[in-house]
């Protein structure tokens, strides 16, 4: 993907490139230029290019390793994680341009709940190549099952909390940021084992995913999230900007490993 051996200048043109993406998505949501449904044709097409770059990224990750290798399984199942958000993401951007106002369980959930397994299998498989004297498989499987059932009932415990009875809307709204919490809790651990060093740069991204689904869950709590460029709402733009620029800090993340991989070194100017 990057042919060039010098990757500070890669680097250059990879952030100027979703800079542009990032304002022209500001641009069009602020302004809307376009009559009809075209603005939110654009929108959801940038970002879907966002959506799809960590899975691009990632796909250049497995060229690196043989079957089997353990770093090829975490980016294995990361490809499968993202690669099913991004499937969620286009299905939620043809309702959004067909229906509207996309229901808070739709076609789209099945996708992004598998793919949260795939994100918790492949960090586990993370922590298990750092301590793989202690970390079976066995204990692989019992702790993803037990990360997402006790995000599920953190979720289940908030849905009763604020609604006094199950609700499936509800219960997602919380379910996501919830699971995301998790995935975060996880990762950090890992960027505190890993330090400031290139390993830990992939896993910011969960952070800034927990940051955009606590966003859209509270602004559609609230009600104050619409689906359409033409209602021109704050809490919209804010929702979509924190989903894009998530996707731009595990791209970048992703970019990193692949960069020092091809390039088969680390240099102090780079890696700083």
């Known amino acids: 993907m990057f042919k060039s051996p ?3 200048q890669n680097l250059i043109v990879f952030l100027a490139v979703m800079v542009l993406l990032f304002l022209i ?3 069009v949501y602020l302004v809307a230029p376009f009559s009809g449904s075209g603005n939110d044709l654009i929108l959801n097409l940038i970002y879907l290019v966002f959506s799809a770059y960590p899975v691009l990224l990632l796909w250049q990750l497995l060229g690196f390793y043989e079957r089997g290798e353990g770093p090829r399984l975490i980016w294995g199942c990361f490809i499968v994680g993202f690669g099913l958000f991004f499937i969620g993401d286009g299905i939620w951007a043809i ?3 067909t229906i509207s106002e996309v ?3 739709s076609i789209a959930d099945p996708f992004y709940l598998i793919g949260y397994v795939f994100l ?3 960090l586990f498989q993370q922590y298990r190549l750092i301590f793989s004297s202690r970390f079976t498989k066995k204990k692989l499987a019992i702790y993803t099952f037990a990360a997402y059932l006790l995000a599920t009932g953190l979720a289940l415990g908030l849905t009763f909390w604020r609604s006094g009875a199950f609700d499936v809307e509800s219960f997602l709204e919380y379910l996501y940021p919830v699971l995301d919490l998790a995935l975060a809790l996880i990762a950090l651990y890992l960027v505190r084992t890993f330090g400031q060093g290139w390993l830990s ?3 910011w991204g969960f952070i800034a995913l927990l940051v955009a689904d606590a966003i859209y869950a509270a ?3 609230t009600g104050q999230y619409v689906f359409t460029v033409e209602q021109d709402n704050f809490y919209r733009l804010l929702s979509d900007m924190a989903y894009n620029l998530s996707y731009i800090v595990f791209a ?3 970019w990193w490993q692949y960069t020092l991989l091809k390039t088969g070194s680390e240099t102090e100017e780079f890696a700083q």
Do not use: D
Request: glycine letters at 8%.
């Open 6 to 8: 010098q990757p500070k």
């Open 25 to 27: 998505y500001t641009w």
């Open 95 to 97: 309702l959004n341009m």
């Open 103 to 105: 229901p808070s369980f």
């Open 120 to 122: 918790f299998v492949g």
């Open 201 to 203: 740069r992939p896993f």
């Open 219 to 221: 602004s559609l709590q």
């Open 252 to 254: 970048l993340g992703f």
